[in-house]
């Protein structure tokens, strides 16, 4: 770990600290239990009966089969309420709190279990959305509410009752609700997934670590892309070569750290913590 000691100082040094940020995604959570998506036991693999995640994951989809996408993603967030933190997340806290003013996290990840973690939620930017909330499926207007309670399924085929039916109504126009995250028809924005916003804090990264995603999405690619183009350094940390991977290569100041996140991050911290103390 002597290069990322030596990044780290890198940064240190500078009279104006760039700040350091953690691209996260769907590997970040498989230790507390949560599927990834493309992997042999992924989520799509398992949970969406015969269907290509690129059909089944959209809104064209969900407005001709609305029980069906409600179904599982009301056991996905069963599942996700089951689901606790991980000492990744613990780990990332835990760097926080050393460095709260150059911190950010940009996550895929729509479970929440960085904030359940302990991460402040202005420091979490959720680009896929989150299993919080949800939104009116006809945009009647720009409103995001929370989950109505007590409404998650036990089973990926139980049927959904009346009672939770009522409650997955528009309060406004009366349509049906759906889940406020990304699907694959769907285009990024500022407004519910921040693109704007995580793009500007990818230009201001000294150091972006990415970390459990195989970065099969746009955004966390132009993120990749932002960093390298103003002079960051980019830190793949994954068991595997990925489309990060490729996207880095032969680039200067992009790193592979083949471990696990938890190995990484608890090496992470400890150099930090030992480059406060001597710096301040």
Not at 29 to 38: E, H, K, L, V
Not at 44 to 49: D, L, N, P, Q, S
Not at 134 to 157: H, N, Q, T
Request: glycine share 8%; aromatic share 10%.
């Amino acid at each position: 770990m002597k290069q990322l000691k030596e990044i780290l100082k890198e940064n240190f040094q500078k009279e104006k600290r760039n700040k350091i940020t953690f691209l996260t995604g769907a590997g970040l959570s498989a230790a507390s239990g949560i599927p990834t998506y493309r992997g042999s036991d992924g989520i799509w693999v398992k949970g969406t009966k015969f269907h290509k995640p690129e059909e089944f994951g959209t809104f064209k989809y969900f407005s001709k089969n609305q029980e069906e996408v409600w179904q599982f993603n009301l056991f996905r967030k069963g599942m996700f309420a089951k689901a606790q933190p991980n000492d990744s997340h613990t780990l990332l806290a835990d760097i926080e709190q050393l460095i709260p003013e150059d911190f950010s996290i940009i996550t895929q990840n729509i479970d929440g279990l960085h904030q359940r973690g302990g991460n402040s939620g202005n420091k979490v930017y959720e680009i896929h959305g989150n299993m919080r909330t949800v939104r009116c499926s006809l945009e009647c207007s720009k409103a995001v509410y929370l989950y109505p309670k007590d409404i998650a399924l036990d089973r990926i085929d139980e049927e959904i009752s009346d009672e939770t039916w009522e409650k997955l109504e528009c309060p406004k126009c009366g349509a049906v609700l759906r889940p406020n995250i990304l699907w694959f028809d769907e285009y990024y924005n500022e407004r519910l997934y921040k693109v704007d916003s995580t793009l500007r804090i990818a230009k201001n990264t000294g150091i972006l670590v990415v970390i459990g995603t195989s970065g099969a999405t746009t955004l966390p690619l132009a993120l990749v892309k932002q960093t390298l183009n103003y002079g960051g350094y980019v830190l793949d940390v994954n068991l595997e070569d990925n489309n990060i991977t490729k996207l880095i290569k032969d680039k200067k100041r992009a790193v592979p750290f083949r471990m696990t996140s938890d190995a990484f991050l608890s090496e992470f911290h400890n150099i930090l913590d030992e480059l406060i103390l001597i710096h301040g």
